[in-house]
């Protein structure tokens, strides 16, 4: 599939909807070379922004085969600028994989989480052939744990690989089995969305979502861990917004 790219803020959006993101996973060889989705939403433009040229993480989303629009904040202010831009919440997607894109028989790998969250896929779809490694917190900062979860990725010769480990790690961990060559299939960079298909988290109403509001409902949820992201670094995307100029 060959479609032109939607530049904003510094990034090379895919301007596929929903219907065309599914199209364009189901429709993949499972024994493709290992290629991967990245779904930016605020804190990810924002991240990236910081990030300096050449990094891993830029060079991860650069990389990557889609880059998908995961924030309705991010598609209104795209329209400020004449851009339009759709939504593809990374959550609803990675849902829709698992649930109905996932073929039975389909090896699903997943990197992250725990054994409760392996043991609630596998009672939701028992007729996939899904396994796991649950890496240590912080392994961007441990060469062998990350060795070992490429190593995973290419040895379980998955149609779909799930990279639950929040950013940068999971993007660059997929950038880094993508560069190694010997795994096959579709990486997805998750973050929480095996939290909210399971119902360990509840997502917000979907009038909130409608609203563009779902980041106060996760900040509501879990102010302790969030505050910082919604309420300070967030907002700079306005500033970076009016800073932004179309190439």
């Known amino acids: ?3 032109p790219h939607t530049n904003f803020l510094g990034i090379a959006f ?3 909807d929903m219907v065309a993101a599914e199209a364009w996973l189901a429709a993949r060889a499972p024994d493709a070379p290992f290629t991967f989705i990245v779904t930016p939403n605020v804190d990810h433009v924002v991240k990236l922004d910081a990030a300096p040229p050449g990094s891993e993480l830029r060079t991860a989303y650069d990389t990557a085969a889609l880059r998908l629009c995961d924030s309705r904040i991010v598609s ?3 329209a400020t600028r004449g851009i339009a831009l759709p939504v593809v919440p990374g959550s609803d997607l990675t849902a829709h994989l698992v649930t109905r894109i996932a073929q039975r028989g389909d090896r699903l790998c997943l990197i992250g ?9 596998r009672c939701l779809r028992p007729d996939l052939d899904i396994v796991q490694l649950i890496p240590p917190m912080g392994m ?5 744990a990350m060795a070992e979860a490429e190593a995973f990725v290419e040895n379980a010769r998955a149609r779909f690989t799930l990279l639950a480990v929040a950013m940068p790690q999971q993007e660059i961990l997929a950038l880094r089995v993508a560069q190694a060559g010997g795994a096959v299939g579709v990486g997805l960079c998750i973050g929480a969305s095996l939290d909210f298909l399971t119902g360990r988290k509840a997502r917000a109403p979907r009038w909130m979502q409608r609203a563009s509001l779902e980041w106060l409902h996760r900040l509501l949820s879990e102010p302790r861990r969030l505050w910082r992201r919604y309420l300070i670094e967030g907002p700079r995307i306005f500033l970076l ?5 179309k190439p």
């Open 113 to 121: 989480g725990d054994a409760a969250m392996l043991a609630d896929l």
């Open 140 to 144: 961007l900062n441990m060469p062998d």
């Open 241 to 245: 917004t009016l800073r932004w100029r």
């Open 1 to 3: 599939m060959i479609h």
């Open 76 to 78: 209104k202010l795209a």
């Open 14 to 16: 895919d301007p596929l």
